[in-house]
């Protein structure tokens, strides 16, 4: 088997792919990566924070109905294995970017899958704030959108930034699956040349550049963490 794995004719075989399409899988993977993130973030954000000020004893309570059906949405969408998500999506998938495979149409099913999950990561950010500084805002008139974007937000920032890491890195192993159902990327490469045609090298090139972009997500992520932490800056 390692005879074959490093024989001369494999060998050649991988240069070639990684001189003509290693670089645009790893483009690929983190334009789906980034986008999917951002797109999560924005559906997510705003969902996490009315998950938190919406409930009974928040700063602007909603119906109990009304947040009962959004967790169980919530709950719904994040107990979907993402390889089922995926095929269940298929028509919206298609009705928005007109192909249901490739590089752009990976993004639909990564984001349905990643929003609820920031939404969670965002209201146990928010909960992290200290009550007093609530109640402080509150006692001084402050409304109830001041109090979100200038006292919760502001506040939770380097949890907010650790935990977004924590969802990039999520989605980028989740852009490596949708290669199963021709999604672009470093997972296509991997499935396609490691598992179809055995070519075990190239599959665990694939895997360590995998490996190496979580790396560097979660380096950046973890410095802009530290460094907006306020805590931090006083030592």
């Not at 070639?16 to 559906?43: D, G, H, K, N, S």
Request: positive net charge; aromatic residues 8%.
């Amino acid at each position: 088997m390692f005879d074959k794995l490093f024989s001369p004719e494999t060998i050649e075989e991988t240069l070639r792919i990684l001189q003509t399409e290693i670089p645009l899988a790893c483009w690929e993977t983190v334009y789906v990566t980034v986008l999917a993130t951002a797109f999560a973030v924005i559906l997510g954000l705003p969902l996490g924070v009315l998950l938190v000020v919406g409930e009974k004893d928040g700063v602007r309570p909603l119906p109990k109905g009304v947040m009962h059906v959004l967790n169980v949405i919530i709950n719904l969408l994040r107990s979907v294995p993402f390889l089922i998500l995926m095929i269940m999506v298929f028509p919206l998938t298609r009705l928005i970017v007109g192909t249901a495979v490739g590089t752009v149409a990976s993004i639909v099913p990564l984001v349905i899958a990643a929003f609820p999950f920031v939404a969670r990561l965002v209201e146990g950010s928010l909960r992290e704030v200290n009550p007093n500084i609530i109640e402080m805002a509150q006692s001084m008139g402050a409304s109830p959108f001041q109090i979100i974007v200038k006292v919760l937000i502001p506040e939770s920032v380097p949890s907010l930034i650790s935990n977004f890491t924590i969802a990039i890195t999520t989605i980028l192993g989740y852009s490596a699956m949708s290669g199963i159902i021709g999604g672009g990327g470093l997972g296509k490469i991997a499935i396609n040349y490691g598992y179809y045609r055995y070519k075990y090298l190239v599959m665990l090139i694939a895997v360590v550049l995998l490996i190496v972009l979580v790396q560097i997500f979660q380096s950046v992520g973890t410095h802009l963490s530290v460094k907006s932490d306020k805590r931090l800056k006083g030592k």
